[in-house]
């Protein structure tokens, strides 16, 4: 059974910066699909950025200021995020999927955390 527990949001002046993390347990294969996703109120969910084997994607919207990481070792998936802007605020879902990144975000990962919230001021 997949588990994922994210932790490290919280609330964050503009121009600061939070560490999420996602505790993983459960996946058969290291390679697996990871990503971070985000959902602000009234709006739809959307991938923040994503990593399996082969590459490492990121939103637009983030590029350059977040960092996604994964450590295997202690099967902890990361979110740095700096430079927080007021419009980063949403809560924030871990997600994984034994499919490649590249085939998982045309459908929807299989498996998802519970969410951390994020809350940038200005």
């Known amino acids: 059974q997949v588990q994922l527990v994210e932790s490290g949001g919280g609330s964050v002046q503009a121009g600061g910066s939070l560490r999420l993390s996602c505790a993983y347990a459960g996946l058969t294969y290291l390679d697996y699909c990871m990503g971070w996703f985000r959902q602000a109120p009234g709006k739809e969910r959307e991938g923040v950025a994503s990593?399996?084997?082969?590459?490492?994607t990121y939103a637009d919207s983030v590029k350059g200021r977040f960092t996604i990481s994964k450590d295997n070792a202690i099967n902890t998936l990361y979110l740095q995020m700096n430079s927080l802007k007021p419009e980063d605020t949403a809560m924030y879902y871990c997600a994984s999927d034994p499919r490649p990144c590249s085939m998982a975000a045309r459908t929807r990962y299989g498996y998802w955390g519970q969410g951390t919230q994020v809350t940038v001021s200005s």
């Open positions: 990593k399996d084997i082969s590459s490492t």
